[in-house]
């Protein structure tokens, strides 16, 4: 006898919500139906798959090893269901594409419309946030696909490049650094650097581009966000690296903040992040990932 997928997802939404009354409640059955179908599930499995205590569920080892199986089984699931209904009609219906923060407000404004001109039938889902979220996302089946910055090391996942955005020194005007051409990439680390939060990959790609080793999260200033870091810049609080991209669309714009370029590296090559289109590897939506990557690529 094998789990039924409804017992799987019941024991998922349980993980996510964390009781029996939320998980039932997003599964849209009454709290008993689903605490049936977990038993049931944990006779199949011949384990407890969850401990309950008074308030709270916890996953025992055999229910956190059965969450992360569910998770793809339920993801492989969906995509047959949405491949069988969109069969032969790609980018059409529903698609869930996730995009860091730093690439979301200076990409998806100049190719979005040329996206639903080209395909007219897309419903876009859209999601912000870390790349290691969106990551997580594709995996667990909760995204389709996601634009993200390389390098980044992520077992399971395929990608198709959009185009490459190089990375520039910004500092504020008067400075030092502001007063060069160009930034040399093997530097000695300011002392007055500000970086963005740890989490984005923005801040290691900009780090490693200049051979400078990531700081503690006490030795620097840090930033939530690019239009935060510009801020900090301008008030003169520091220097910093910042995605052409970003520039180029207007994000220092009034501001006292100069960017010059990074000297070309022994490589022959600017320090540059690479753009692509993520997706989990074997999905079904992997051809349309490709054609969502050809339709948002950097002119």
């Known amino acids: 006898m094998l789990p039924t997928l409804r017992q799987?997802?019941?024991?998922?939404?349980?993980?996510?919500?964390?009781?029996?009354s939320r998980a039932a409640e997003a599964a849209h059955?009454?709290?008993p139906a689903l605490s049936a179908g977990v038993q049931e599930l944990e006779k199949v499995l011949g384990s407890p798959v969850v401990e309950r205590t008074r308030g709270a569920v916890q996953l025992t080892a055999?229910?956190?090893?059965?969450?992360?199986?569910?998770?793809?089984?339920?993801?492989?699931?969906?995509?047959?269901v949405e491949a069988a209904r969109n069969a032969g009609k790609p980018l059409c219906g529903r698609f869930r594409l996730g995009v860091i923060p730093t690439i979301a407000p200076f990409l998806l404004p100049a190719t979005l419309p040329r996206?639903?001109?080209?395909?007219?039938?897309?419903?876009?889902?859209?999601?912000?946030d870390l790349t290691p979220r969106l990551v997580a996302q594709l995996k667990s089946g909760q995204l389709d696909a996601a634009v993200i910055a390389l390098p980044y090391e992520a077992a399971g996942i395929d990608h198709a490049r959009i185009g490459y955005d190089e990375i520039l020194a910004a500092a504020p005007a008067g400075h030092p650094l502001a007063l060069a051409?160009?930034?040399?990439?093997?530097i000695s680390r300011p002392s007055d650097l500000i970086l963005l939060e740890d989490?984005?990959?923005?801040?290691?790609?900009?780090?490693?581009?200049?051979?400078?080793?990531?700081?503690?999260?006490?030795?620097?200033f840090a930033a939530s966000s690019l239009h935060t870091l510009v801020q900090m810049i301008d008030a003169g609080l520091g220097v910093s690296f910042l995605p052409r991209m970003a520039v180029t669309a207007?994000?220092?714009?009034?501001?006292?903040?100069?960017?010059?370029?990074?000297?070309?590296?022994?490589?022959?090559?600017?320090?540059?992040?690479?753009?692509?289109?993520?997706?989990?590897?074997g999905s079904s939506r992997a051809a349309e990932a490709r054609m969502l990557a050809e339709?948002?690529?950097?002119n």
């Open 8 to 20: 799987l997802q019941y024991l998922k939404l349980l993980a996510e919500h964390g009781s029996f």
């Open 29 to 31: 059955v009454s709290q």
């Open 62 to 80: 055999v229910g956190a090893e059965a969450v992360k199986r569910a998770e793809d089984v339920l993801a492989r699931t969906e995509d047959l």
């Open 115 to 128: 996206l639903k001109d080209r395909h007219p039938a897309l419903r876009l889902f859209l999601r912000e």
């Open 181 to 186: 051409e160009t930034l040399a990439p093997a």
């Open 199 to 220: 989490g984005h990959c923005l801040r290691d790609q900009a780090l490693a581009a200049i051979d400078i080793e990531t700081p503690r999260g006490d030795d620097v």
């Open 250 to 281: 207007g994000l220092t714009q009034g501001s006292g903040v100069v960017t010059r370029p990074i000297s070309i590296s022994s490589a022959g090559l600017p320090p540059r992040r690479e753009i692509v289109v993520a997706w989990r590897a």
């Open 295 to 298: 339709a948002l690529t950097l």
